[in-house]
């Protein structure tokens, strides 16, 4: 970046908003990539899905700066949104900028911070395929997962309008946006081109990675959901009830209208048209989550959705090659994205046809 | 995109975005293909250059709607611009957004728009480069025209606060956004990749396309300041003034306040120091514009720019190995983007060692 004022500021950016996430999505795909590959980790394939974990990462940096600015969101991992900063800075290092413009100033600096981090993942991904297999089809998926999120984006906009009176149209709509904004470069991506870098066919791979990384993601986001009203701030850094306080249209609310009786379901739909809830509100509907049902059907579809994760191991192991090694790495990985008191075992006998160690 | 109320009004404004341009790019990507390349137009190759000139117009409108976001600007091309359209859409469909709600959603879909438009001309890119030579290096240099634009808009965020007492900075500064926020995209990248697509080496096209492609881009741009002061509205379609209504620095404010006595200096200072211009300011401005010299100065930059770039043709002719016919038509692409009175010919005795006709 040539020499100037706001260019150094942005820089510094890009690093301070790249630290702090816990890199699950890179741990998968560097799990997924071993358990699937005899290559061995010293291979330069094996350096290859490194650099694309690396790529996700940056991906998924980009990705919530963008998503701050459109959530008008002040924090990010415990430290001001990118667009925050970028906007504080202005506001000191010219005279000009009052409050209002360097609000603005620093949402224009975070569109293209979150462009450059974008750019510069695919970048990454582009110097990494040169020396692996399926490299167009590495790229195409990578930019595919782009594309998926940025859909997600979308759909969450317009889930923040979805009614409701009914509860099932609600749930749909917010297990899409489940699909396409977390899922798709969560879990299904990773898994992809973990499985591409290991030089399986693209088919086979992204069959697996749709039947795995589905379910996987889907579950991994209500899992998250229900850490917001079930768990205390201590173990998650935010406060209880946020979702509610804001009014996100969740699966558990979507649960909590089909399960209250009228009374509950008048009082719930009011609270969450209204453009705030009190701390008494959040602490009745936490109540109501609870009462309803609702908190306990999250937790049967997080069950029934990882059982579903490890049926689609089980199902594409053959085509995979995975030998018992594999198969049960996979697992591992997998694993990570649900809560340890929701895993179900998969039983030696659903193994079956994958345990006679194959390659 | 999966069904949603959202989801076809962002597509239907991918299309409106991308109509209306003037095609540029595209076309001096094709033309020096054709300059360069002895395949023939109807050749996988001429194919493949073709969608990169499609993709480099698809960059180009989602770096548009990123631009106007943080401009704040309404119109694009005679038109809303995408994220005024965006939120005009969100306020007559959804009955729960207020005027405010509905421009704080128009951005953010239009934030996303920008993204899914930038992640497609990759995608088309990527389809594009499976059969071409160099197409490691076409996909690099590709995400560095991206990058360069995005450092660009940094720089041009950054070119606002520029004190205005010191000209010589005023103009490079300014000069510096031209070089990396529009020849970067206008005129570089579609010279470089349209070299590689015609399979010539990398370090020759890197080399050709900076030295031409960058003196054009510039130029291109120091004319279009121009005719914001010299044109009349009917042939420009923008009224006249506009970029001094807006204060904009550019290299022709900072050639006036060089050219001023003190008191004109005094006054130049004063009202761009200003939160707006009137009307009389305009006009009394574009007077200063004229009588100082910065209007001539303009000229005389575009006329020596051109003259570099020019020489830039004929100095790399050899190593692309350029035949006359090439030389010629690539020195006819170039010349579209300078007014056609500020073009020098360059004299048959320059041409010298490339009229010999190799390839």
Known sequence: MPDDVLGPAVTE????????????????????????????????AARGALDIACGIEVFQTAALIHDDIIDEADVRRGRPAAHRALGSFTRSSFQDVDDARARALGSGLGIMLGDLMATASVSIINAAVGTLPNRGRIMDRFLAMHRDVEVGQVLDLAAEHLGLDDPD????????????????????????????????????????????????????????????????????????????????????????????????AAYLRGRFAASHRSDDDVRRIIGLFVSTGAVERSRERIIALWHEANEGIVSCADALGL????????????????????????????RGGSRDGRR
């Not at 950016?13 to 010293?42: H, W, Y």
């Not at 749930?171 to 396409?180: C, D, E, H, I, T």
């Open 13 to 44: 950016q890009a690093l301070v908003s790249g630290e702090g996430g816990k890199r699950l999505r890179a741990l998968l795909l560097l799990d997924a990539f071993d358990a699937a590959s005899p290559a061995g980790t010293d291979s330069p």
């Open 169 to 264: 149209a609600l749930a749909k709509g917010s297990l899409a946006v489940f699909r396409w904004k977390t899922a798709s470069y969560t879990t299904i991506a990773p898994i992809e081109l973990a499985l591409l870098a290991a030089g399986l066919d693209e088919d086979v791979c992204h069959d697996a990675a749709l039947r795995i990384g589905t379910p996987l993601g889907i579950a991994f986001q209500l899992a998250d959901d229900l850490l917001d009203v079930v768990a205390d701030t201590a173990s998650t850094g935010k406060p209880v009830g946020g979702d509610i306080r804001e009014g996100k249209r969740t699966v558990l609310l979507a649960d909590a209208l089909a399960g209250s009786d009228a009374d509950d």
């Open 323 to 350: 030998d018992e090694r594999g198969l049960a790495a996979l697992v591992t990985a997998c694993s990570r994205f649900i809560p340890s008191d929701l895993r179900v075992e998969i039983s030696p006998a659903s």
